[in-house]
């Protein structure tokens, strides 16, 4: 089955800096790669999702990027603050009914 | 916030007992699908009902059982409750009865088993 893998686990840049978060995933057929921001205790939220058939999409200081050959997605948020600050998670669908999610990577942003 | 309402927030059990979870879709979604969060990882797919009917499952045992009623509301049931089923339980509607339309996540409910 699809396989999802996220690094790094822990991130913590200076705010106002960049940050990146890079997946991959094992099923060639995966067409939908959301993203998802949860905050301590609250539920995940989408932040932004990308299509197989695009290969780059952007959102304010929020920008996904999908390799479709090497099987890899990555989360590029720039200009970070300190609301950014949460565990963000990579997931990857092949179209059918679920929904594949990584691990997780905690961001912290520092002062 | 979405429209996802879960019930209860929190839950504590015993080994070997049941639990019923519910959840509330969105206004006008028609699919619901439930996920398992253990501490420190991501959530895991439990199974999706789509008009009322299971629509795929994930790598959960049989006592792991759902419902989904007409006003596409869902129920998740867990039998004979093991310690490692202790977890925030997330449910999110949808449309369309894939995953590859926005998931509406509720606020989860989380179950400790003892």
């Known amino acids: 089955g699809e396989n999802v893998e996220q690094h790094p686990s822990t991130l913590s840049v200076q705010e106002g800096d960049s940050a990146v978060i890079k997946c991959t995933y094992s099923d060639s057929a995966s067409n939908y790669f959301p993203w998802y921001k949860q905050e301590l205790g609250k539920r995940p939220q989408l932040i932004i999702d990308?299509?197989?058939?695009?290969g780059e999409k952007k959102d304010q200081r929020i920008a996904v990027t999908l390799n479709k050959t090497a099987k890899h997605f990555s989360l590029h948020i720039t200009e970070t603050q300190p609301e950014d600050s949460a565990v963000y998670f990579c997931?990857?669908?092949?179209?059918?009914?679920?929904?594949?999610f990584g691990k997780g990577t905690r961001l912290h942003i520092l002062p | 916030e979405t429209g996802v309402t879960q019930s209860p927030t929190h839950l504590i059990k015993t080994r070997g007992q049941q639990v019923t979870l519910r959840c509330s879709s969105q206004s006008g979604h028609n699919t619901v699908s439930w996920y398992q969060q253990a501490l420190g990882q991501g959530p895991q797919f439990i199974f999706q009902?789509?008009?009322?009917?299971?629509?795929g499952r994930g790598n959960f045992p049989p006592r792991f059982s759902g419902l989904q009623f007409p006003n596409y509301s869902s129920e998740l049931n867990v039998n004979a409750l093991e310690l490692d089923d202790s977890a925030l339980y997330l449910c999110?509607?949808?449309?369309?009865?894939?995953?590859?339309?926005?998931?509406?996540f509720g606020p989860g409910t989380r179950l400790t088993v003892t």
């Open positions: 009902y789509y008009r009322e009917e299971e629509n």
């Open positions: 999110a509607s949808s449309l369309g009865g894939t995953a590859n339309y926005e998931q509406y």
């Open positions: 997931a990857a669908s092949k179209g059918d009914d679920k929904i594949i």
């Open positions: 990308i299509r197989s058939n695009v």
